[in-house]
């Protein structure tokens, strides 16, 4: 038997055919409450984090999810906080040998300022989805340094850190993922490939219609991201195709 907890009203995953029943729940304590109650007797249950905002609630309290549940992830959960982190999963690509796009923190407008990077630039939250219900997008694009600090200061006023990257020029129809699941032993135990058709918010958004396609660089990447870091469980490493190369980032 398989229950649905959700964090907010709209959560397409409770619409499972698969799911016995489904709690509705807002608030940490709240959703912990459930938990609670559905970890009790028999087993210990698996528990499947299924959204962004649900991983953030796992490694938030972490002691005591991973005490009650068998968890689909890494057993040290710094290996998921470092991957989801967009400060420093530029730091885990360079250490699997991965090229990535050049990422700096935008921590002042004297950094941003200075910046040895090529316009346009992307400023994107060093992590979570509440960015994307905040601005409408995902991330925010900016042609000049002018409209960068512009855009730095709106997401500092809203609470936002931040990071800046480089564009990968011509990447929107060229976003590829790796879906995986590494095993106990780290070996990755299932894979599939695809593409982005479509996606909202337009060039930067969730995909609203993926293509499953073998790419074998793709999964050779990410699996290489994700060996190096450590990862087990279910995990998906999106890359964008850069023509200049001909290679994934």
């Known amino acids: 038997p398989v229950t649905g907890i959700t964090m907010h009203p709209n959560e397409f995953g409770a619409r499972s055919r698969y799911l016995r029943e489904v709690g509705r729940a807002r608030g940490d304590e709240a959703v912990l409450k459930a938990l609670r109650a559905s970890a009790q007797g028999g087993a210990k249950p698996v528990l499947l984090p ?16 991973s ?41 002042s407008i004297e950094t941003l300022r200075s910046l040895d990077l090529r316009p346009p630039f992307l ?8 960015f994307a219900g905040s601005f409408g997008e995902k991330v925010l694009v900016a042609q000049t340094q002018d409209a960068l600090v512009a855009q730095w200061k709106r997401a500092k006023e809203r609470g936002f850190d931040t990071v800046v990257q480089e564009l990968v020029p011509d990447s929107e129809d060229g976003i590829w993922s790796l879906f995986a699941y590494l095993g106990r032993s780290g070996r990755p135990l299932a894979t599939a490939t695809g593409v982005k058709v479509r996606q909202g918010p337009l060039h930067f958004g969730t995909s609203a219609v993926f293509r499953t396609t073998p790419q074998p660089r793709v999964r050779e990447l990410g ?27």
């Open 67 to 107: 005490a009650l549940f068998e968890l689909p992830m890494p057993d040290d959960p710094e290996v998921a906080r470092r991957l989801r982190h967009k400060a420093t999963l530029p730091q885990e690509a360079e250490r699997a040998g991965l090229d990535a796009p050049r990422t700096v923190p935008a921590d």
């Open 223 to 249: 699996l290489r991201l994700l060996e190096s870091s450590g990862y087990k469980g279910f995990a998906q490493v999106e890359f964008a195709f850069d023509r200049r190369d001909g290679d994934f980032k």
């Open 50 to 65: 299924e959204r962004d905002d649900h991983v953030e609630l796992v490694l938030r309290h972490w002691d005591e999810v």
């Open 123 to 130: 400023l994107k939250p060093v992590e979570g989805q509440h």
